[in-house]
């Protein structure tokens, strides 16, 4: 089943309840339903994860932590997954997201000459807008992913029971 999967994975309750970046949350913590390991909880923690480690915003594990709690889903996925953008990653990762962004609003692609405030500010634009749509669909397709993943893992429990099942017992 999945769920032994993510329960190996995903830090316990406790854990998360002492990590310093998140005591502005208090009580809320203690909240069982952040804790659940289902389809729905996962699949949503995927998307808010996904969603917010992909925008250009200082304290993403905070708006990760915040939408967990707002649409209860599961929590420490969530948070995991906001560090597919760390320190090693933000560079290719807003640029790519920058380039997507210039794309839609069809801006030439710059390649760093004459790079002054003014210009950075102008670039932040693109960079949103990209960084919005990448996002969204990274957010889409880690939701579909974990929904099909759970889907694929129930029916394939399901065939094994069943065979098992169906498997004739030898008799003396």
Not at 46 to 56: D, E, H, R, S, Y
Not at 107 to 116: K, M, N
Not at 126 to 143: E, F
């Amino acid at each position: 089943m999945p769920k032994r999967l993510f329960r190996k994975y995903l830090p316990s309750p406790e854990k998360l309840r002492g990590h310093r970046s998140l005591k502005f949350l208090g009580e809320i913590l203690s909240d069982p339903n952040l804790w659940h390991i289902n389809r729905h909880s996962l699949a949503g923690a995927a998307f808010i994860g996904v969603f917010t480690g992909l925008l250009p915003i200082p304290m993403q594990m905070g708006l990760a932590a915040f939408l967990a709690v707002r649409f209860h889903c599961n929590l420490p996925l969530s948070m995991m997954l906001v560090w597919l953008s760390n320190p090693l990653t933000y560079v290719p990762v807003f640029y790519f997201n920058y380039r997507i962004g210039a794309w839609l609003m069809g801006l030439p692609p710059h390649h760093g000459e004459g790079i002054t405030t003014a210009w950075f500010l102008q670039q932040l634009v693109p960079l949103w807008i990209g960084s919005l749509i990448v996002a969204l669909v990274a957010g889409l397709l880690s939701y579909g992913a974990v929904k099909v993943f759970w889907r694929v893992a129930v029916v394939r429990s399901w065939k094994l029971r069943s065979r098992k099942r169906r498997k004739p017992v030898n008799e003396p």
